[in-house]
Every structure is written in C-alpha cells, then in structure tokens.
C-alpha cells in the first residue's frame, strides 16, 4: 500500500516535498515513481528511482528543480519540488514495481492515492 502526501497551495518559486510511504511487503520492489496529472491533462511521469541503487531518472520538463529520493529504513519516497511553476499544479502520484525503473505508468502495478499540489501564479 502506499500514502501519499505533502501536497498545498503554493505560490509561483514556492516549494513542498511530497512523501509517499509504502506499507506492506516491500523487499520485492525495485522502482518507484512520481506521476502527476494536470487539469484536462494525461497522467505524465515525473521521476522516478530504484529502490536498491538509487539510480534516478526526471522528466526534462522538472529537471533541476525536483529531486527523487528514498529512505529505505522508513519505507518512504519522497519527491522534493522547488521553483515551483503554474504548470506543476496538478494531482501528485506515487507509484511502485517491482520490475526495473519505468517512465510509462504501464510499468507500475502499485498505485497510491493523489495529493494536490496548487501553485499559484
């Protein structure tokens, strides 16, 4: 099961971090993932990485201003977003696999529920 939250109102540079904490068996997860989905908009990715390695992969769209990290003792991914724009506004996902790191949502079999994130303008 994972838990997803964080999410607020922010205005325009702002920034939240986002937690997502899986519960339940966990040693047969390999990728966990942010996607996120804006009004009138398909479900996109936004980071992702592995739980083991660490290796971490980022839309270009919030390349250099979000970070993806893990905390393995706590079960918990989170996503930190910093410079935040009017276009992050959108329904915040977390999702987990445990096949390698995908960008596509296909690629995950476990889904949490959403936080909103609202920036404003």
């Known amino acids: 099961q994972l838990q997803a939250s964080g999410g607020g109102l922010v205005q325009t540079g702002g920034s939240l971090r986002l937690a997502c904490e899986v519960s339940g068996r966990t040693d047969n997860l390999n990728a966990l993932a942010w996607f996120r989905q804006g009004p009138g908009k398909e479900r996109e990715f936004v980071a992702a990485i592995s739980w083991s390695g660490g290796s971490t992969y980022y839309a270009d769209s919030v390349k250099g201003r979000f970070t993806i990290s893990r905390d393995n003792a706590k079960n918990t991914v989170y996503l930190q977003m910093n410079s935040l724009k009017p276009e992050d506004t959108a329904v915040y996902y977390c999702?987990?696999?445990?096949?390698?790191?995908?960008?596509?949502?296909?690629?995950?079999?476990?889904w949490g529920q959403g936080t909103q994130v609202t920036v404003s303008s």
């Open positions: 999702a987990a696999d445990s096949a390698v790191v995908a960008v596509g949502e296909q690629g995950y079999d476990y």
